[in-house]
């Protein structure tokens, strides 16, 4: 009888601690990540979320708006690490200079996440970045956000 107790336990200690070990990385490319829609898909069932915020210098070819940029996503980078927090779970900020889909994929090579969420976006650069996670086999999801809510 003691045994079967033993193995029990040991069997429901490995279904909790597997439902624990998700890793996120929540990259902040559109603007639209502090919206209550995103918060929910990356805090669901999961244990730790990674912020990235890239800054690009192909899209900025001025330095006063590579200089707004950055207080734009610190801003809400700031604000999801306090809705985060709300909800238990553990965050970490990252801030990265280089190419956006680069540093994506080697963040999440480097943190070992499970997936990397994203606001699903309509344009051409957010569609090859697709293409190009696809092609190195990082796994993704994209989360649609209403428009109303930013």
Not at 25 to 32: C, D, E, H, Q
Not at 44 to 59: G, H, Y
Not at 81 to 109: D, N, P, V
């Amino acid at each position: 009888m003691t045994m079967k107790r033993g193995k029990i336990g040991f069997k429901f200690f490995k279904r909790v601690y597997l439902l624990e070990i998700m890793k996120i990385l929540a990259p902040l490319i559109s603007g639209k990540e502090n919206s209550s829609e995103y918060v929910d898909a990356i805090t669901n069932k999961v244990e730790k979320i990674i912020l990235l915020q890239v800054i690009d210098r192909d899209f900025m070819n001025e330095t006063s708006k590579a200089m707004g940029e950055v207080m734009q996503f610190s801003t809400m980078m700031e604000a999801l690490r306090k809705q985060i927090g709300q909800k238990k779970k553990k965050c970490e900020e990252i801030t990265e200079w280089g190419h956006t889909t680069k540093k994506i994929m080697a963040i999440a090579l480097i943190q070992n996440v499970d997936k990397i969420v994203f606001v699903e976006q309509d344009n051409k650069f957010f569609k090859d970045m697709l293409k190009e996670l696809k092609k190195n086999k990082i796994t993704f999801e994209t989360i649609k956000v209403n428009e109303s809510e930013k």
